[in-house]
């Protein structure tokens, strides 16, 4: 009789609950999984298919055009032309021509062979890239490249959009330039569809309004493989269309029908082109710069600058040299337009804001007087401070110190009136900070008070801390450390002639006027414009004022001259002449002026930098930019007389 289970192996103990454990284990494994397939092909299904889409094919970007900025009246000042490259595929030509065809390219472009051989060696591993021979073809070598194309294997012409400012230099430094995009511009515009390689608006108006001009880019879905990028190639009409291969020579398939890139929007400035042009002429020659704005609204109808620049050199080819010496600098910067990146000492301009401030605190009345005797002593002595005319003016109120520049007069008002007043008012009109136009780096100017110099020589002695009645002198005439553009100091007049406004100057039209509540009365203003009617006045009868060479006869014109001083009066007197004092220390030339019985009423500014005085320098310009732009309305200037003996030293400044 056998015994059950005599020959089965023993049993270990604990097996049942390992296969157990094992079992849920599993159990558990598999619940993961499904979760997990769950979460990949149900709940994620579209994020997972369009990444899987994106590895799939290529988003080949379309360039947009730049939109066309416009001056005053449809003038075209920036467009787009169509622009040629060759390029060269090398795996699109048989092996054992490529040294040839090389060599016949580099003939036909005026190319260094050299450079194409090494071009070519350098994409071996994705022979059917386009190496950029040459860019922007000139008509005579596109031309040549179509002739030849039969014995140009892998050859190629591509027209894209490229920037053409047709106006030259005019109004250059105000549109701008464009240039490569950098890492720092390309991560602040990655989210904009910017890429490297892009051209994008490095100053002026380009820059200014990138976002307006830049446009749209379109796209082209093809084919992508593991290796290799695919290749854009355009008909002659400049329409794109997809390379048969990519780099690594996969062949391409479009996926999906292109989506067209959308023009940027076009710009309408503000800008009067003829008045621009007419300014630019006016300071050939000579540093400086004249704005022209439209009293009642700020917006600027010329803004030039000298020297200046064509912005087509950094966009057209033959100009490296030209272009690489604009990026340098030098002296004076071409770069730079001086009616709002640069500051000087406002002088006798100055003066307008000084007399206005005093009218309307009080400190003064219109029929106020003080004595000049061709200087000013202060209460607690010290230095005598001169008046630029050393006879003296006698005794002078506040419409015949602005009509004649009387410095003394505007000490005492300085003194009267203090400084906290007069940087309160500065800053009402603008002085000293920026006026909101539409442009990038706009100088801020300088109003000094207590407050900045104490900070400025917070490491220095107590005393050179302290702000004295002299530095208030040295302010009330523009001087010591006050400083200004020439922009701010057109707002100033502005002001002025349209009644007591302060206004934003702008470019773009849309932008439109943009004005304060009034800030002076019409007293005042009265007032003001007396005097600065009077300094453009013409004797006799009456002595002349001293911008009388800024008179038209039949024009209701205001103005002032101003002579800032660069250098110290003690080191000006070691000259003779005036003509012998060195350049950079002669004086700056002011003028500001306003025409009170047209439309639109013009406030202008003219600075010739060392010009020595405002009144020689700078009125004649203004009176040709008022004829100009009214079309030398009214009656001829009469020929002018010869001013009587006490107008003679009054036309210096």
Not at 217 to 224: E, L, N, Q, S
Not at 440 to 461: F, H, N, S, T, V
């Given at each position: 009789?056998?015994?059950?289970?005599?020959?089965?192996?023993?049993?270990?103990?604990?097996?049942?609950?390992?296969?157990?454990?094992?079992?849920?284990?599993?159990?558990?494994?598999?619940?993961?999984?499904?979760?997990?397939?769950?979460?990949?092909?149900?709940?994620?299904?579209?994020?997972?298919?369009?990444?899987?889409?994106?590895?799939?094919?290529?988003?080949?970007?379309?360039?947009?055009?730049?939109?066309?900025?416009?001056?005053?009246?449809?003038?075209?000042?920036?467009?787009?032309?169509?622009?040629?490259?060759?390029?060269?595929?090398?795996?699109?030509?048989?092996?054992?021509?490529?040294?040839?065809?090389?060599?016949?390219?580099?003939?036909?472009?005026?190319?260094?062979?050299?450079?194409?051989?090494?071009?070519?060696?350098?994409?071996?591993?994705?022979?059917?890239?386009?190496?950029?021979?040459?860019?922007?073809?000139?008509?005579?070598?596109?031309?040549?490249?179509?002739?030849?194309?039969?014995?140009?294997?892998?050859?190629?012409?591509?027209?894209?959009?490229?920037?053409?400012?047709?106006?030259?230099?005019?109004?250059?430094?105000?549109?701008?330039?464009?240039?490569?995009?950098?890492?720092?511009?390309?991560?602040?515009?990655?989210?904009?569809?910017?890429?490297?390689?892009?051209?994008?608006?490095?100053?002026?108006?380009?820059?200014?309004?990138?976002?307006?001009?830049?446009?749209?880019?379109?796209?082209?879905?093809?084919?992508?493989?593991?290796?290799?990028?695919?290749?854009?190639?355009?008909?002659?009409?400049?329409?794109?269309?997809?390379?048969?291969?990519?780099?690594?020579?996969?062949?391409?398939?479009?996926?999906?029908?292109?989506?067209?890139?959308?023009?940027?929007?076009?710009l309408h400035l503000t800008l009067d082109l003829g008045l621009q042009k007419k300014c630019e002429e006016l300071l050939h020659g000579v540093v400086g710069a004249i704005v022209a704005l439209d009293?009642?609204?700020?917006?600027?109808?010329?803004?030039?600058?000298?020297?200046?620049?064509?912005?087509?050199?950094?966009?057209?080819?033959?100009?490296?040299?030209?272009?690489?010496?604009?990026?340098?600098?030098?002296?004076?910067?071409?770069?730079?337009?001086?009616?709002?990146?640069?500051?000087?000492?406002?002088?006798?301009?100055?003066?307008?804001?000084?007399?206005?401030?005093?009218?309307?605190?009080?400190?003064?009345?219109?029929?106020?007087?003080?004595?000049?005797?061709?200087?000013?002593?202060?209460?607690?002595?010290?230095?005598?401070?001169?008046?630029?005319?050393?006879?003296?003016?006698?005794?002078?109120?506040?419409?015949?110190?602005?009509?004649?520049?009387?410095?003394?007069?505007?000490?005492?008002?300085?003194?009267?009136?203090?400084?906290?007043?007069?940087?309160?008012?500065?800053?009402?009109?603008?002085?000293?900070?920026?006026?909101?136009?539409?442009?990038?780096?706009?100088?801020?100017?300088?109003?000094?008070?207590?407050?900045?110099?104490?900070?400025?020589?917070?490491?220095?002695?107590?005393?050179?801390?302290?702000?004295?009645?002299?530095?208030?002198?040295?302010?009330?005439?523009?001087?010591?450390?006050?400083?200004?553009?020439?922009?701010?100091?057109?707002?100033?007049?502005?002001?002025?002639?349209?009644?007591?406004?302060?206004?934003?100057?702008?470019?773009c039209e849309e932008l439109g006027p943009q004005k304060s509540e009034r800030l002076f009365s019409e007293s005042t203003i009265s007032t003001v414009t007396e005097g600065l009617r009077k300094c453009?006045?013409?004797?006799?009868?009456?002595?002349?004022?001293?911008?009388?060479?800024?008179?038209?006869?039949?024009?209701?014109?205001?103005?002032?001259?101003?002579?800032?001083?660069?250098?110290?009066?003690?080191?000006?007197?070691?000259?003779?002449?005036?003509?012998?004092?060195?350049?950079?220390?002669?004086?700056?030339?002011?003028?500001?002026?306003?025409?009170?019985?047209?439309?639109?009423?013009?406030?202008?500014?003219?600075?010739?930098?060392?010009?020595?005085?405002?009144?020689?320098?700078?009125?004649?310009?203004?009176?040709?930019?008022?004829?100009?732009?009214?079309?030398?309305?009214?009656?001829?200037?009469?020929?002018?007389?010869?001013?009587?003996?006490?107008?003679?030293?009054?036309?210096?400044?």
């Amino acid at each position: 009789m056998l015994i059950s289970g005599k020959n089965e192996p023993p049993r270990y103990e604990g097996v049942e609950t390992r296969v157990q454990f094992f079992g849920v284990l599993l159990m558990l494994a598999l619940a993961v999984l499904c979760v997990r397939l769950w979460s990949l092909q149900v709940l994620n299904l579209s994020e997972f298919t369009a990444l899987a889409e994106r590895n799939r094919v290529w988003q080949t970007r379309l360039a947009s055009d730049r939109g066309l900025i416009f001056a005053r009246g449809g003038v075209v000042l920036a467009d787009n032309r169509a622009s040629a490259d060759a390029v060269f595929a090398p795996g699109e030509c048989p092996k054992e021509r490529l040294d040839e065809v090389c060599a016949r390219l580099a003939e036909i472009t005026s190319t260094p062979p050299e450079w194409v051989v090494s071009e070519v060696a350098k994409h071996r591993r994705s022979p059917f890239t386009q190496i950029i021979v040459k860019r922007d073809l000139t008509k005579a070598d596109r031309i040549r490249v179509e002739e030849h194309q039969y014995e140009l294997p892998g050859v190629a012409i591509i027209v894209h959009p490229q920037r053409r400012y047709l106006q030259g230099e005019t109004a250059g430094q105000l549109l701008g330039y464009l240039g490569e995009i950098n890492q720092n511009e390309l991560d602040a515009r990655r989210d904009e569809g910017y890429s490297l390689g892009d051209l994008v608006g490095k100053d002026g108006i380009e820059r200014q309004y990138e976002p307006v001009l830049h446009g749209q880019d379109g796209y082209m879905v093809v084919t992508k493989y593991a290796s290799g990028q695919p290749q854009l190639l355009t008909d002659k009409s400049g329409q794109p269309y997809i390379a048969q291969r990519d780099t690594r020579g996969h062949l391409l398939e479009v996926e999906a029908d292109p989506v067209p890139p959308r023009s940027g929007r076009p710009l309408h400035l503000t800008l009067d082109l003829g008045l621009q042009k007419k300014c630019e002429e006016l300071l050939h020659g000579v540093v400086g710069a004249i704005v022209a704005l439209d009293a009642d609204t700020g917006a600027v109808l010329a803004m030039a600058s000298t020297p200046n620049y064509d912005p087509s050199v950094f966009v057209t080819r033959g100009h490296d040299a030209e272009r690489a010496d604009l990026l340098m600098g030098g002296n004076p910067n071409r770069m730079t337009h001086r009616a709002f990146r640069e500051i000087y000492p406002p002088g006798s301009v100055f003066k307008i804001l000084l007399a206005a401030a005093a009218l309307e605190e009080g400190a003064i009345k219109p029929g106020t007087t003080f004595f000049c005797p061709g200087h000013y002593q202060l209460s607690g002595g010290g230095r005598p401070w001169h008046c630029w005319k050393r006879s003296g003016h006698g005794t002078v109120g506040v419409v015949d110190a602005l009509a004649f520049s009387c410095d003394v007069y505007f000490y005492n008002v300085g003194v009267k009136l203090g400084v906290d007043k007069i940087a309160k008012w500065c800053h009402a009109v603008g002085l000293g900070e920026k006026t909101g136009l539409d442009l990038p780096g706009e100088m801020p100017g300088l109003i000094p008070d207590p407050e900045w110099k104490a900070k400025l020589y917070a490491d220095k002695d107590r005393s050179e801390q302290n702000w004295y009645d002299g530095d208030t002198v040295n302010l009330s005439i523009g001087q010591g450390s006050a400083a200004a553009t020439p922009l701010q100091c057109a707002a100033l007049m502005a002001c002025i002639v349209n009644g007591g406004y302060r206004v934003r100057p702008y470019l773009c039209e849309e932008l439109g006027p943009q004005k304060s509540e009034r800030l002076f009365s019409e007293s005042t203003i009265s007032t003001v414009t007396e005097g600065l009617r009077k300094c453009v006045q013409k004797g006799p009868p009456a002595p002349s004022g001293t911008g009388n060479r800024a008179h038209i006869d039949g024009f209701d014109i205001i103005g002032k001259t101003g002579s800032a001083q660069v250098a110290s009066q003690s080191f000006q007197e070691k000259y003779k002449n005036e003509e012998d004092i060195p350049y950079e220390m002669r004086e700056h030339a002011w003028f500001v002026a306003g025409v009170l019985d047209r439309e639109p009423k013009l406030a202008i500014c003219v600075l010739v930098e060392h010009g020595l005085h405002g009144a020689q320098a700078s009125a004649p310009y203004a009176k040709e930019v008022i004829e100009h732009f009214y079309g030398n309305q009214g009656a001829a200037p009469a020929p002018e007389p010869a001013p009587p003996p006490d107008a003679a030293p009054a036309a210096r400044e």
